[in-house]
Every structure is written in structure tokens, then in C-alpha cells.
């Protein structure tokens, strides 16, 4: 979604520069391939945090940004550290049903970001229900904006080709049902229910159903 926004920018007006905490990762090469620099921090444990975070603060110092945002709740900590008197928004991406579904971490950032949200000029959600439920635990209401995920619907469409190059590749054939679910491992995206609902329906109509998650 980074990578989408950074594409659809207008480059006469905005200037952007990309910090991760982390390393560079999957996507760093297309959005340099956007003219948009991507800083590094290289933070590999907890313990790496305040060299990052220092890391952070000199890349937005000599950048001099007229706004900052943050994106994901570590990203978030630390656009409000790196800021000296640009207005950060936080971006949340997230929906949270049980803290205790979190990495132990994860939750104690969550924890923070509600303490420290009223510092946000703005907290920008991708639905409505995880706005409720950061504010439920905490987060600043007043800061509240909901933009949902936006798809190019040129390029995600159906297609009979992209069709028959999946069963293809899967190694199923053409009379077999196939059921699909396209999401991260997390308890939130709840596989289980997904593969009790394909149970009941391969049961149902007495077909040969593949599932893949």
C-alpha cells in the first residue's frame, strides 16, 4: 500500500524519503525505482532500538520534512521521536480483536501508541471497525480518518487466463472445486473458520474440494 500511494503521488508537488526501522526488505528497489530514497535503520532486536531510532531522527533532520507519517505502530513511536516541529499522522493497518493475539512486543507498542496518540495531528485508518477498536483501548477519537484500501480494478479483475494458470500450477483439474482465502497467518484472519466453512461445503455437495490458504 506504501509502494501504491508512492506511485500515485504527484512528483512536481510532493517530495517523498522512505525510513524503515528495519532492513531494506522486499520492496525497497520498486520504490527507489519511483525516484523515492528508502534510509534504512537496520534495527535487528529490541536492543538495536536506540541506534535506529537515532537513525531515524538524523535521516528526518537533514531531509527537513513538512510532515511525517508514521506507518504501523512502531513506525508511528517513531515518526513522533524523529519530529522536531513537523505535524506527524500515524497510519494504523490494523485491526485489533485480542491484544493477546499480538506478539508480546507488538502489544506493548499497541499500549503506547494509545498514551502517546493524542501527539498524532492525525491517525489515519483503513476501516472503520479498527478505528473503534484502538479507541476502545485508548487512542485519541478527535485525530480520527478513514480512508479505506484502495485497488486498481484494471489490473485486479477476473481473468479465465490467471484462472487456469493457477489450477495449472496447483495441479488441479477442472472438475474439482477450489476454495481460496488470500491472507497472513494471524489469528485475526481466522484460517480455522475458513477451513470448517470449506469442510461443510465439500460435505454439502458431496464434491472433491481443494483447499489453499
Not at 522486499?26 to 532500538?49: D, G, K, Q, T
Not at 484462472?163 to 497467518?185: H, I, P, Q, S
Request: with cysteine; charged share 20%; net charge positive.
Amino acid at each position: 500500500m506504501l509502494f501504491n500511494l508512492l506511485s500515485a503521488r504527484n512528483q512536481a508537488e510532493f517530495e517523498h524519503s522512505v525510513v524503515t526501522l528495519k532492513d531494506r526488505g522486499f520492496f525497497a528497489h520498486r520504490i527507489e525505482s519511483l525516484s523515492v530514497p528508502v534510509h534504512a535503520a537496520n534495527m535487528a532486536s529490541v536492543w538495536s532500538l536506540p541506534r535506529a531510532l537515532w537513525h531515524v531522527r538524523r535521516v528526518a533532520s537533514v531531509f527537513d520534512p513538512h510532515v511525517i507519517q508514521g506507518w504501523m505502530y512502531h513506525g508511528n513511536i517513531a515518526a513522533l521521536l524523529a519530529s522536531r516541529s513537523a505535524p506527524v499522522v500515524w497510519n494504523i493497518r490494523h485491526s485489533i480483536y485480542d491484544l493477546a493475539d499480538e506478539k508480546r512486543m507488538t502489544a506493548r507498542v499497541i499500549r503506547l501508541g494509545a498514551r502517546l496518540s493524542w501527539r498524532a495531528s492525525g491517525i489515519v485508518y483503513n476501516s472503520i471497525t479498527s478505528a473503534r477498536q484502538h479507541e476502545s483501548i485508548g487512542y485519541s477519537a478527535a485525530e480520527r480518518i478513514v480512508i479505506p484500501n484502495g485497488f486498481d480494478c484494471e489490473r485486479f479483475k477476473p481473468q479465465p487466463s490467471a484462472r487456469d494458470r493457477v489450477r495449472r500450477d496447483l495441479g488441479v483439474d477442472e472438475d474439482t472445486v477450489l476454495v481460496g482465502m488470500v491472507a497472513r497467518y494471524h489469528p485475526m484472519k481466522d484460517h480455522a473458520s475458513f477451513v470448517a466453512a470449506a469442510e461443510t461445503f465439500a460435505r454439502g455437495t458431496g464434491s472433491t474440494t481443494t483447499l489453499w490458504s
